[in-house]
């Protein structure tokens, strides 16, 4: 599977500006000139430019329109702005990429979902010239029932000299239920709600071993474990999620109603869920890209050291190719008795979802063992929530000691950012945690 993007911003294009060029090229000069690069020569500048990021290039201004490939298939998400370049590419008969889908021939067949009408994600759709080639076929996937009305309306003659009755190729409706499967080539594509004015729709995308999600458009006013549950279950260990990050965290919390999200918030559902790639996209039309990187930094800085989500941009060009997906790490959890003391071991990700299942196997090992000091081995954990500390927090009350062991370096840095170091007796080794309580067990019985 291939998942590229051709449009990413939200609300209306906004094109790179003469100045903001100047600017970047003016930048990139003076960091060549203090990294003493050899300007005349072209394997350096290119070595340099690429390393610049977004100094030295653009997160586009088209608005949204990805694509989605499997093998021989075409599958379109959305007719913003972008799906002109998408057109331009398919319709190069030089391109050996293009000649795979013969669109220019009169001999191409691809999919179109709509996620909503608002005019940012149809937009582009007049000027998409596959659409006017004689022998295309184009089916059309849609949740709103208005759908063929509102794209008819937006090419009527006053506002566009060509209009959508007029477009040559073959046009198939399909409208779907909310929620509804639909099979294309193998791959399974169903839909879910998004809180948005006049209503927006996600898409789950499974196919070729892999799982994308587009999730565009979208607020999440109540952000409780229970409210975000569905979305979470829609997004769940899902390869790539893009998601809507049109506004900064306390712009979703003032602009209520206006059905948009941010970074952050991307990030906890994304962590949640068990995502492996988190793709900031529906852009803000006024933030530049130096304002994009900077969410982005700041999104990588809340993760920490977190193995998943990893957090990207999602930029005009950018093309992710996904094969047979790793499963994501579950949460385990095992026990045995030693000298007297219960040993818990812990691996995979201590996240909100399993506390209860936590709590509920520490309750039996110490009736099965009848034990009251038990110790936490945590050699395998992978990440540790603050539902996961505070589970274990509570379990304190179950035992008479509860003490941790092997914690790695990046556990125990939450640990020390959430300020709960000094709850717990901490042991850098088993044998150490055996010494110190078979100690205290001899002193007080002393």
């Not at 295309?136 to 008819?152: G, M, Q, S, T, W």
């Not at 179950?398 to 790695?408: H, K, N, S």
Request: charged share 20%.
């Amino acid at each position: 599977m291939q998942l590229k993007f051709w449009g990413v911003r939200g609300s209306i294009p906004s094109p790179t500006r003469p100045d903001q060029i100047q600017q970047k090229i003016v930048d990139a000069l003076l960091l060549a000139g203090r990294q003493n690069v050899d300007l005349s020569n072209p394997d350096a500048v290119r070595q340099f430019v690429d390393s610049l990021s977004f100094l030295g290039s653009t997160v586009g201004g088209n608005t949204t329109c990805i694509t989605v490939e499997l093998d021989d298939t075409l599958i379109i998400f959305d007719a913003g702005s972008g799906i002109r370049e998408l057109a331009e590419a398919l319709m190069d008969r030089n391109s050996e990429w293009a000649q795979k889908y013969r669109f220019y021939s009169g001999q191409g067949h691809a999919y179109l979902f709509f996620t909503h009408m608002h005019w940012d994600h149809i937009q582009g759709l007049p000027f998409f010239r596959p659409m006017n080639v004689a022998g295309n076929v184009f089916d059309i996937y849609y949740i709103h029932d208005y759908v063929p009305e509102v794209l008819a309306r937006q090419m009527q003659y006053e506002t566009f000299p060509l209009q959508f009755d007029q477009f040559a190729a073959v046009l198939n409706f399909h409208q779907l239920e909310v929620g509804q499967t639909v099979e294309v080539s193998g791959a399974y594509i169903t839909n879910t709600e998004l809180y948005h004015p006049g209503r927006a729709f996600a898409y789950r995308v499974e196919g070729d071993d892999a799982v994308v999600v587009i999730a565009t458009d979208g607020e999440y006013a109540r952000l409780d474990y229970a409210e975000t549950r569905r979305f979470r279950d829609f997004y769940a260990n899902a390869d790539v999620l893009v998601f809507d990050a049109m506004f900064s965290v306390r712009e979703s919390f003032i602009k209520e109603d206006w059905g948009h999200s941010s970074a952050l918030i991307g990030a906890d559902i994304a962590r949640s869920a068990g995502v492996k790639k988190l793709l900031l996209f529906h852009h803000d039309p006024t933030n530049t890209d130096e304002e994009i990187s900077r969410v982005l930094q700041e999104t990588q800085e809340y993760l920490g050291d977190a193995p998943y989500p990893e957090v990207m941009v999602a930029q005009e060009g950018l093309a992710l190719t996904l094969g047979a997906s790793e499963p994501n790490t579950d949460f385990f959890i095992d026990d045995y008795l030693e000298e007297g003391i219960v040993f818990i071991r812990l691996s995979g990700k201590f996240s909100p979802h399993v506390t209860e299942k936590f709590r509920k196997h520490l309750l039996t090992a110490v009736q099965k063992y009848n034990a009251d000091k038990v110790v936490l081995d945590m050699s395998s954990l992978s990440e540790l929530t603050i539902a996961g500390i505070r589970a274990m927090v509570d379990a304190r009350t179950q035992v008479l000691t509860l003490a941790l062991v092997g914690l790695p370096s990046r556990i125990h840095r939450v640990l020390e950012i959430s300020g709960t170091t000094d709850f717990f007796a901490i042991y850098e080794s088993k044998e150490a945690a055996l010494s110190a309580l078979n100690s205290s067990a001899l002193a007080n019985s002393g």
